[in-house]
């Protein structure tokens, strides 16, 4: 068993994957083991997580996910703790494993009731196997009913009693990180400050590290029941461990500024257009570039020349027809508002890298011709990176952020596809997806970069990547890290902002 820190690589395996991995350990092994081995590792980290546990209540659903619950019930009573079970399931409709663990729990002497005892307090232990990876839309008629299995799931998620959930945290969706409709945790059940816990058995799912599932699984743990030779072919990656440092692996000591390539920054648009000044966003993602280690930066503003100095003195201010277009890696939209629609097709045509976000995805969405020639730069063998939050990936996709949401997986790796490039999806667990890799979920980061201005850092950071060299996947992925471990390391004590995030970077 390890407890996942998230900062190491880790394969990832749906729930097809995993049934796959399942199906084969159970082939080879004595009939009901790997659900006893299910129970067992539940039970140690049950004990290693609440020693002192007066009462273990342990809640447990009709399917195999309850039967790990049944399983652990009977090891903590061998191991002397005092358990009652809460399980709505009957007998002769419990799957074989289930059943079987069921006949162990009532064989060693463990106590059935209807609810949990009463007076857990915060040294206890709540167990919540209710639903693992069969969780299934409602319209499927499910054999528990539904009202008693929510209001289980509301006395473990409100009681004050530690909470390990067994597999998944009942009701989210282990593919796509989101709840079952009715499963969220209302506004009472999330601020509860009970301790969580989450352990993933056999396999680590997608759905735990984006959208709800960072929240959802809370302090996570793996065990892969000794059956990690069966494991398939992963279906995703998570980020973490040492991602490539293209400065200090291509940097020869006669190293001179033009070695880490030019950053040109296009965007932000001037006060004068529409009466909205957006230039701020083209500074910002100047100054990540330049922190992240461009060797030169040069920011090309849509405000018809109204600035004369740019804030810094080490970006270079251009016009757009003055940028030297094979020698630049463009970061084009940030705060580019309707002014960048003109310089597009340029942009499009001959950047020879390309880092395309906010209003420059805006602009492709609803232009036929700028999106036929963003995915003509696939084929004039020109890289591109684009960088969409969920309502800009929506309207690339012709579909509603909430959509989107619902599977983020699918939907970073539909619009990779479409437009033959890498694709950061941002949000909580952002998913960098390029035709013909494994797609990746980053897992740094925190509720912090939710402030204005930390996507136009993220664009220049991936910018000064790309300028360094790495290849689109590669930069896209190591710059989401650095940018969410920016966050993650922020001081206590003093408040982020983009721009003094874009000056920490590295
Ligand atoms: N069979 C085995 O050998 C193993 C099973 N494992 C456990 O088994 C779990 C998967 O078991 P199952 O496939 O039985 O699935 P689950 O136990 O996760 O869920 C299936 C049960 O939940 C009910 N249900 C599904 N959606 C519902 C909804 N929306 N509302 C109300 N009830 C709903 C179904 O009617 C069914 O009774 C894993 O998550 C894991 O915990 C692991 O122990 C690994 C080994
Ligand atoms: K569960």
Not at 304 to 330: F, I, K, S
Not at 340 to 346: C, D, K, S, Y
Not at 472 to 498: E, K, N, Y
């Amino acid at each position: 068993m390890e407890r996942i820190n998230f900062d190491q690589a880790q394969a990832l395996h749906s729930v097809a994957a995993t049934r796959a991995m399942e199906a084969a350990a159970a082939s080879s092994l004595p009939a009901h083991a790997l659900m006893q081995r299910a129970g067992a590792a539940c039970a140690r980290l049950a004990l290693a997580l609440a020693p002192h546990a007066r009462h273990v209540w342990i809640a447990c659903g009709s399917g195999n996910n309850g039967g790990d619950g049944l399983e652990a019930a009977a090891w903590l009573h061998q191991a002397g703790k005092n358990v009652s079970v809460t399980w709505p399931g009957a007998p002769e409709t419990a799957p074989p494993d289930a059943h079987a663990a069921w006949q162990r729990a009532v064989a060693a002497g463990v106590v059935f009731a209807p609810g949990p005892p009463p007076g857990l307090g915060p040294h206890d232990l709540c167990i919540d196997a209710l639903l693992g990876i069969g969780l299934r839309s409602q319209a499927d008629a499910p054999r528990m009913p539904p009202t008693a299995l929510h209001a289980l799931l509301r006395q473990l998620r409100t009681s004050p009693a530690t909470l390990l959930a067994v597999d998944l945290p009942s009701g989210l969706d282990a593919d796509t990180g989101q709840y079952a409709a009715g499963f969220a945790p209302d506004a009472e059940e999330a601020a509860a400050s009970t301790a969580r816990h989450t352990l993933s058995l056999l396999t680590l799912k997608p759905g735990l590290f984006t959208a709800q599932g960072r929240d959802a699984c809370a302090s996570l743990w793996h065990d892969d029941l000794q059956c990690g030779a069966f494991a398939p072919a992963a279906t995703a990656e998570l980020s973490g461990g040492r991602q490539p440092d293209a400065r200090k692996a291509r940097a020869p000591h006669d190293s001179h500024k033009g070695s880490f390539g030019d950053v040109a920054v296009i965007g932000g648009e001037g006060l004068q257009a529409r009466g909205m000044g957006m230039t701020g966003a083209a500074w910002l993602a100047a100054s990540a570039a330049l922190h992240g280690g461009a060797g030169r930066v040069m920011v090309a503003l849509l405000d018809d020349g109204q600035t004369l100095a740019p804030p810094w003195p080490e970006l270079m201010l251009r016009r757009v027809d003055a940028l030297d277009w094979p020698q630049v890696t463009a970061v084009c939209g940030c705060g580019g508002g309707e002014a960048v629609r003109a310089v597009l097709p340029t942009v499009l045509a001959q950047a020879a890298r390309l880092v395309l976000d906010a209003d420059g995805l805006n602009a492709v969405a609803s232009d036929n011709a700028l999106a036929a020639a963003l995915r003509q730069r696939a084929h004039a063998g020109l890289p591109t990176v684009l960088t969409p939050h969920p309502l800009e990936a929506a309207r690339l996709l012709q579909c509603t952020a909430a959509q989107v949401q619902a599977d983020r997986l699918a939907a970073a790796q539909a619009l990779a596809e479409r437009y033959a490039c890498s694709v950061v999806l941002k949000g909580s667990g952002s998913i960098i997806a390029t035709p013909g890799q494994l797609p990746r979920i980053n897992p740094t980061g925190n509720a912090r970069l939710a402030t204005a201005g930390t996507g136009d850092v993220l664009a220049g950071l991936i910018g000064a990547r790309l300028a360094q060299g790495l290849a689109p996947h590669a930069a896209a992925c190591s710059a989401v890290l650095a940018h969410g471990a920016a966050a993650d390391h922020w001081p206590d004590d003093r408040s982020l902002t983009a721009s003094a995030l874009a000056a920490f970077l590295q």
